[in-house]
């Protein structure tokens, strides 16, 4: 009963990362976006882009510690968790 109930919240909070992984990663498309906007201009604005380009820096190290943490919860192999491998003990 309690395997049960750890492997379910286990694949809740892959779930949730993943969610918040691909939220992170269209904030990035959108900041790039931006920072070639910015880049357009006549003249350019470059501090515009440096900001764009920090808040690019910003969201890919969220990003990083996001997924580090959520394979440290359950390592993904082919989509799916390894049953056992989050401290099931």
């Known amino acids: 009963m ?3 109930a750890a492997e379910a919240a286990i694949a809740l909070e892959i779930t949730r990362r993943e969610r918040q992984l691909r939220e992170l990663q269209m904030q990035l ?3 790039n976006i931006a920072a070639l906007h910015f880049l357009d201009r ?3 604005d470059l501090q515009e882009v ?3 380009l920090a808040a690019v820096k910003d969201a890919d190290h969220r990003q ?3 997924r580090a943490h ?4 359950a390592p993904i192999r082919s989509g799916r968790y390894e ?3 989050a401290g099931s003990d």
């Open 2 to 4: 309690f395997a049960f």
């Open 29 to 31: 498309a959108h900041t």
């Open 42 to 44: 006549n003249p350019p």
């Open 50 to 52: 440096r900001e764009a």
């Open 64 to 66: 990083s510690n996001a």
């Open 70 to 73: 959520a394979e440290s919860v």
């Open 83 to 85: 049953r056992g491998s």
